[in-house]
């Protein structure tokens, strides 16, 4: 079932997810249960579901667990792709939004924690928290023993990983460069070392966002790895401008 989003019925199912009415919901599903199945569809034919809509932007909606476990009670598709320029899951905008309540809720319901489709490098909710800097919902996903590329491996701290790829693995020097700016933007003291002993650049700048890793340091608080990155000549891409 396609609903068009304009449509009252839209509306009322958005308002009830957005509301936390967990009662009205369920009362609607029972009349229909195509509903708790049906897909949103926006002016320019992209579709969502509803689990899409209790987790999106900014998510941590009222009673949003209950409402998640409505809908799986209900045999909806846990994994169901956004239909549109990406194919994300609704495990994907819990991670982006640090709903770790939400996230908790949909792999217990089967959510596939290595779906891709992300809107950055087609990748994983993972992939979402690392770049969004959604610590705390990286964090419940490496709980529940998601998949680590050296990247999340530095942004978060997972130094044991970390050296042991670096170690058996052979690493291009654009990866090292990008997984040191990595373990800047998570604050990683320990990653950004190991990382700079394996021979990363530390003054790359990416192309895509005019940031050092000092400017990452910076924002992440750790003022220690401010201090590191300060003695070792590191500066702020403004510099470069």
């Not at 897909?39 to 034919?45: A, L």
């Not at 000549?233 to 510099?239: L, M, R």
Request: with cysteine; hydrophobic share 40%; charged share 20%.
């Amino acid at each position: 079932m396609r609903l068009s989003f304009k449509s009252s019925l839209s509306q009322l199912l958005i308002e009830y997810i957005k509301k936390g009415k967990v009662s009205a919901l369920h009362d609607l599903f029972i009349n229909k249960p195509a509903l708790a199945h049906c897909r949103i569809v926006d002016s320019k034919s992209h579709e969502r579901t509803l689990l899409h809509i209790v987790t999106d932007w900014p998510g941590h909606y009222p009673h949003h667990v209950e409402v998640i476990h409505l809908l799986a009670s209900f045999q909806v598709d846990i994994n169901a792709p956004f239909v549109g320029p990406h194919k994300e899951t609704a495990l994907h905008w819990a991670a982006s939004n640090n709903d770790v309540l939400a996230i908790e809720a949909l792999l217990k319901n089967g959510a596939n924690i290595e779906a891709r489709g992300g809107v950055f490098y087609n990748g994983t909710a993972l992939t979402n928290a690392r770049i969004f800097g959604q610590w705390k919902a990286a964090k419940k996903l490496i709980d529940y023993h998601a998949k680590t590329t050296i990247h999340d491996e530095a942004a978060l701290g997972l130094t044991d990983k970390l050296t042991e790829r670096l170690a058996t693995e052979p690493i291009t020097q654009d990866e090292c460069n990008i997984a040191f700016w990595n373990a800047c933007h998570g604050g990683q003291l320990d990653s950004a070392i190991h990382l700079k002993d394996a021979g990363a650049n530390i003054h790359w700048i990416p192309s895509w966002e005019h940031q050092s890793s000092y400017d990452l340091a910076l924002k992440s608080g750790n003022k220690l790895l401010v201090d590191w990155l300060r003695n070792h000549h590191v500066q702020s891409a403004t510099k470069f401008k």
